[in-house]
Structure formats: C-alpha cells, structure tokens
C-alpha cells in the first residue's frame, strides 16, 4: 500500500474560480484550467451603441487635447513671465559656499 502513487485532486480557486489539479505525494500543481469567461455582451445591439458612444467620446477627447496643445505656448510664456517678475522682486542671494571656496 505504501508504494501505491497518491491520488490527484482538484481544487477550485475562491478568487479567480480557476481550477487546479494538484499532487499531494509531490506537492506541486500538476495543471492549471482557467475559469471559463462570462459573456459581457448579451445583446450584439447594445453593443454597436456602445461603440458608436466610444467614438463620440474618443472625438471629444481628441478636441480637448488638440486645444490644449494649441494653448501650451501660451501657458508655458505666462509661467515664464511669472518665474522672471518673481526673480527680478526678490533680492539676489550670495551662491552657497562649496568646500572647495574655503581653502
């Protein structure tokens, strides 16, 4: 009796549903079987509306981008402006003293 192999057994996995074949006389898994996928499409004409949706969307954002490139120099010059009025306001600082200075 002790010479006789082990028996597989399966065990489902609690997350992901997936179905393992496992060895205990070696303690691996032996095979693995994904669970099988559920349908999100259940009707073929919600779905074209929902992709005809995606396009729309997909547009809009495309606009939003476009306009916000067509915008970045104008930003980008405004911060600019901003940095120098900024750094001509403020007193000029003495460059911090390197080790090399000292000797």
């Known amino acids: 009796m002790a010479d006789e192999p082990a028996e597989t057994f399966?065990?489902?996995?609690?997350?992901?549903?997936?179905?393992?074949?496992?060895?205990?006389?070696?303690?691996?898994?032996?095979?693995?079987?994904?669970?099988?996928?559920?349908?999100?499409?259940?009707?073929l004409q919600k779905a074209v509306e929902a992709l005809k949706g995606e396009a729309g969307r997909r547009q809009a954002q495309?606009?939003?981008?476009?306009?916000?490139?067509?915008?970045?120099?104008?930003?980008?010059?405004?911060?600019?402006?901003?940095?120098?009025?900024?750094a001509k306001d403020e007193p000029p600082t003495a460059p911090p003293t390197r080790d090399i200075d000292l000797d």
């Not at 992901?16 to 559920?38: N, Q, Y």
């Not at 067509?70 to 940095?83: A, H, I």
């Open 10 to 43: 399966a065990v489902v996995c609690p997350c992901c549903g997936a179905r393992l074949t496992i060895d205990p006389e070696v303690r691996a898994i032996l095979s693995h079987e994904e669970p099988p996928k559920a349908r999100t499409v259940t009707d």
């Open 62 to 86: 495309f606009a939003q981008s476009m306009q916000a490139e067509k915008d970045k120099g104008k930003v980008l010059e405004r911060k600019f402006q901003e940095g120098l009025k900024k």
